[in-house]
């Protein structure tokens, strides 16, 4: 059963960076070309993609976000992490991490494997 569990603070300054962990269970990060992905969703709205990375070291951003947000891994743990900078309060969301494939990537709606989400407050 692959399972994927979000974590780190709820509340961040403005003009600080978000920080959060994806941790993986029941699925290797450094197996099968899926696309380890960032996902949040802004109160009332949809699902916005913020990016992946896949294989060892390959990542992806949204042309939006790409100057501003970093995915990392970190095979030993079995972990990825999103870090978005000079955070305002636009950027408070609902952050969920997800294991997709391509053709899952980037849909309106859940598919593949998400984590619980966690609520991250931009505020001082």
């Known amino acids: 059963q692959v399972q994927l569990h979000e974590s780190g603070p709820g509340l961040v300054k403005p003009s600080q960076t978000l ?5 993986i269970s029941g699925a290797s990060i450094d ?4 696309y380890w992905s960032w996902v949040r969703q802004p109160p009332g709205t949809g699902l916005e993609w913020i990016g992946y990375i896949r294989f060892r070291t390959m ?6 976000l790409a100057i501003r947000a970093s995915i990392s ?3 030993s743990k079995n972990q990825y992490t999103l870090q978005l900078s000079s955070v305002t309060p636009e950027d408070t969301a609902v952050y969920y991490c997800a ?3 391509a053709e899952e990537y980037g849909l309106a709606l859940r598919r593949g494997y998400w984590g619980q989400g966690t609520q991250v407050t931009v505020s001082s």
């Not at 990542?59 to 939006?64: E, H, L, N």
Request: with cysteine; aromatic share 14%; charged share 20%.
């Open 19 to 23: 920080s959060l962990t994806c941790t």
């Open 31 to 34: 197996g099968n070309d899926y």
């Open 59 to 64: 990542t992806y951003y949204s042309p939006s």
């Open 73 to 75: 891994r970190d095979t």
């Open 99 to 101: 294991r997709v494939t």
